[in-house]
């Protein structure tokens, strides 16, 4: 018996056929062996899988992680190809990987499932990369880079260099300071998303300014409560659309912020979330502000197409107005804790603190807000 | 072969309504003979038309000439009859275009294509002639089956996959048997190159 069949000579739709039973690893494998391979996986367009649709229906199609236990890691669909795991030299700069660990998950759910092979890697750190874009369909732009604890081991010069311009950048990371300076410097001119767990910057430094005046699209500073050294006048100098500000202590200035943004301050915000330690006084962030309507605690609350869960947990929502007419939402969110009681939340058991004391504001037109208003 | 001798697929007489009991006759490209049922042959979106069209009745069917399929021989058609038979009277599935497809391949499926990987190509052909949607699931489902578990080096052994440069003298001998003279004008624009030359012609 033959072990082997000629895929290539099948009419090319019975060969496309195959190639889409394949499992995503082999597809990934099939696509290494040559530039007629790498061309015919992409053309199955193959698509993301979804994700949860309340904590990462939104993940960007390629993730680039730096961290201290994997190494290098790239993922897309639901592959892992890292680098790395383990030592070797120059891999600070990025050189030429001795070997690559493919992990796939297999399944979901409670049966979840990961296989993984290790093999010598065929191909340097760019060529990896610029060969799943490719078979992905995407572009530099659908890249998210996430720095892990440790992700100075590598040179992010280099790194640069190699994955180009990034538009989605995470930093987990809360040491050394002077790396996260060094990252924001290499990339932060560039972005187009951030996300910023701990404030690099020292008292005083003009760099935290110069990052939060930039156009982004979503600016998310802190998280688990962990920045430190927000107050009004960062917030009303940040020109992104979505902001969060998951603060180490508290912010206690919203009601100034608001009567502000009436005034005409933050043009471009459309959504903002602030968190902190300990819940809001609703009266206190209302105070001399003019409601132009109070939303019943049925009533759902919409931002663009999408329900927000979060607005659920409301203790209150009312809509105010700014001077041209723009209407926006506000909504203090209290701690789940304190509003279900964490046995009956079982969705968000393990995420608490997410809730506690959320000051929860959306700003926009009407266009952004047609189901609500 | 005559009628008599032709290998008669087994059929389930009890699943077969009444109406619907006519057997067709069919001629592998090596002369093998087989009996299929309108049932059956209702998986074969080709035969079910062709059958339709030439609105043969059951006294036609044992007169005439039993129907000639050119382009598959009688092994691998015995496997996609047997198949038909097995399958007649399931829904023909829709494909939704998802990657990676889902394909359960049914425990007499999987044994039917317990064969050699030569006439398992053949039976894909067959299938995709034929146009059995199902019989091509499953079928490509199992040689992609073929790679899991395998590294990129046992890939292109398993698929018989040629290399980027076994591709490229492919295609340079392919267009040197098209046209003799390309060559020659290639090998003259390189020698103009050489001795400094700006244009061509």
């Given amino acids: 018996m033959t072990n082997s069949i000629p895929l290539l000579q099948l009419p090319n739709d019975e060969r496309l056929q195959v190639l889409r039973c394949m499992d995503r690893m082999s597809l990934l494998f099939f696509s290494l062996i040559s530039r007629n391979t790498k061309d015919l996986v992409r053309s199955l367009r193959v698509k993301p899988i979804t994700h949860h649709r309340f904590f990462s229906s939104n993940l960007p199609p390629v993730q680039i992680g730096f961290s201290d236990t994997i ?12 680098f790395y795991k383990e030592q070797q030299d120059n891999m600070k700069v990025l050189e030429k990987p001795n070997k690559v660990w493919i992990k796939v998950k297999e399944s979901d759910g409670l049966n979840t499932r990961y296989t993984e092979i290790e093999f010598l890697s065929p191909m340097e750190i760019k060529e990896w990369y610029e060969h799943i874009l490719y078979i992905i369909n995407e572009s530099r732009q659908a890249t998210q880079m996430i720095l892990y604890q440790e992700s100075d081991r590598f040179d992010m010069e280099i790194a640069k260099t190699v994955f180009g311009k990034i538009n989605y950048l995470t930093c987990f990371f809360s040491r050394p300071n002077n790396h996260g300076r060094n990252v924001l410097r290499i990339f932060g001119p560039e972005l187009k998303q951030l996300t910023l767990t701990f404030n690099p910057y020292p008292r005083g430094d003009t760099r935290l300014r110069k990052m939060l005046i930039q156009n982004l699209d979503i600016l998310d500073l802190g998280g688990h409560n962990s920045f430190k050294r927000l107050n009004l006048r960062d917030l009303l100098i940040c020109n992104a659309h979505r902001i969060t500000f998951s603060l180490n202590g508290k912010f206690d200035k919203i009601n100034q912020f608001l009567k502000l943004w009436i005034k005409g301050a933050n043009a471009r915000l459309q959504k903002l979330a602030i968190e902190q330690r300990t ?5 206190e962030i209302l105070k001399g502000i003019r409601i132009i309507r109070e939303i019943p605690q049925e009533e759902n609350i919409v931002y663009g197409e999408k329900f927000d869960y979060r607005f659920a947990y409301r203790t209150r929502a009312v809509d105010i107005e700014r001077y041209d007419g723009t209407r926006g939402t506000t909504s203090p969110l209290s701690a789940l804790a304190e509003h279900q009681g964490p046995c009956q939340i079982t969705q968000t058991q393990t995420y608490p603190s997410l809730f506690r004391g ?16 | 072969m005559s009628v008599e001798n032709a290998p008669v697929v087994d059929v389930d007489e009890a699943a077969i309504p009444v109406e619907k009991k006519m057997y067709y006759r069919f001629e592998s490209n090596d002369k093998k003979e087989f009996r299929v049922s309108e049932l059956a042959i209702q998986q074969s979106e080709t035969l079910n038309r062709l059958v339709e069209a030439m609105g043969y009745t059951s006294e036609d069917v044992e007169n005439k000439p039993a129907i000639a399929i050119e382009n598959i021989d009688g092994k691998t058609l015995k496997l996609v009859f047997q198949w038909c038979e097995h399958h007649k009277g399931e829904a023909i599935p829709v494909d939704d275009g998802s990657v990676p497809k889902i394909v359960e391949i049914p425990e007499f499926d999987a044994k039917l294509m317990d064969i ?17 949607v199902q019989l091509l699931n499953v079928s490509c489902k199992k040689v992609a089956n073929m790679a899991q578990g395998k590294t990129p080096a046992q890939l292109r052994r398993v698929y018989l996959l040629p290399s980027d440069e076994e591709d490229e003298a492919a295609k340079r001998a392919a267009q040197e048997a098209q046209d003799p ?5 290639e090998e003259e624009f390189e020698e103009r190159k050489r001795q400094g030359g700006n244009s061509f012609f």
Avoid: H
Wanted: net charge negative; glycine share 6%.
């Fill in chain 1, 71 to 82: 190494g290098l890691s790239m993922r897309c669909w639901d592959i892992t190809v890292s």
């Fill in chain 2, 181 to 185: 003279r390309a060559r020659e004008v």
């Fill in chain 2, 116 to 132: 050699d990987n030569g006439l398992l190509f053949k039976l894909i052909w067959a299938a995709d002639y034929l146009n059995i």
């Fill in chain 1, 279 to 283: 819940n809001f006084n609703e009266e």
């Fill in chain 1, 358 to 373: 959320w000051s929860y504001a959306n700003f926009a037109g009407y266009i952004t807000f047609p189901s609500v208003f």
